[in-house]
């Protein structure tokens, strides 16, 4: 059953009450969160040393393996009448493919039904729903999803099992106060994104240096040195690896509040504020 709509001012105000029967629409991304990508990149990336963005390998993304406990969260999640879920994924737009095969993984791996629920979006900020359970919080419209992002592999959500618990909480509270508001509801929570269009953590600008280091100045005036040489070099770089090539590395930018480079590579930006806040640079 859908949400009741409220009434014209309310909705300005952030006020919409929310009955007892209400639908939370739950989004949930691919890349990371229910399939691991980053294994089949690094795969891609040593059995095709030739190709310059591996994630454009035809069948790579129709063949990735499942992110543990994410079959049996999405079956509980389902399975709640409370909940409208629904998978937003961004394409890859170096792969033309991608568009399809995501939706032939996700029937493969669940059904048809869930299938028709696949929503293929570069910025997720265009989607409007309750909560979005994403592996980043920036770089395809995350930080200005409407609703509450749950942080999947962060500390506070570093598995399924804890974004599980944090909805059933968040359900809990709203069966016992059905007349509360949706902000009302969030705070409780205490949600792990607070959406902002200009978050004083989102990335002004950025600048190429020496050695794999980035220049960046937030919005808050804040500015300090990324050091990238440590990650790019290492044996978990993952999609990083590929910036070990000084040009791809020279093709950095910022895109929506975060350092990006080709190939949906990017930077999570609260991060990397406070540690400059805090000592003049980051290292991730």
């Not at 994104?193 to 808050?220: G, M, Q």
Request: proline share 7%.
């Amino acid at each position: 059953m859908k949400p009741k709509l409220p009434p014209d001012g309310e909705a300005k105000q952030g006020r919409r009450p929310r009955p007892a029967d209400a639908q939370l629409r739950v989004f949930i991304d691919m890349d990371g969160v229910l399939c691991d990508i980053a294994a089949a990149y690094q795969q891609a990336a040593r059995t095709h040393p030739d190709v310059a963005f591996p994630q454009s390998i035809p069948g790579l993304f129709a063949s990735l393996r499942v992110i543990p406990g994410a079959i049996e969260a999405v079956a509980e999640l389902r399975s709640n009448p409370r909940l409208d879920v629904w998978i937003l994924s961004a394409p890859s737009t170096r792969n033309p493919a991608c568009y399809s095969e995501k939706r032939i993984w996700v029937e493969k791996v669940f059904d048809y039904p869930l299938a028709k629920r696949l929503i293929l979006a570069s910025d997720k900020s265009l989607l409007r729903g309750d909560v979005l359970i994403d592996d980043n919080i920036s770089g395809k419209g995350q930080d200005r999803f409407e609703g509450e992002v749950l942080h999947f592999g962060s500390s506070r959500f570093p598995t399924w099992a804890s974004v599980l618990e944090h909805l059933r909480r968040r359900l809990r509270f709203l069966s016992a106060d059905t007349g509360a508001t949706e902000r009302e509801a969030e705070d409780h929570t205490a949600p792990v994104v607070a959406t902002r269009p200009a978050a004083a953590w989102r990335v002004r600008s950025v600048e190429v240096l020496p050695d794999y280091c980035l220049r960046v100045v937030f919005n808050d005036g804040t500015a300090g040195v990324v050091r990238m040489k440590r990650l790019i070099h290492s044996d978990s770089a993952g999609i990083f690896s590929a910036l070990s090539d000084p040009a791809r590395f020279g093709d950095v930018h910022v895109e929506l509040g975060a350092v990006s480079w080709p190939g949906d590579i990017d930077l999570a930006p609260d991060a990397m504020h406070a540690a400059i806040a805090s000592s003049g640079e980051w290292i991730p």
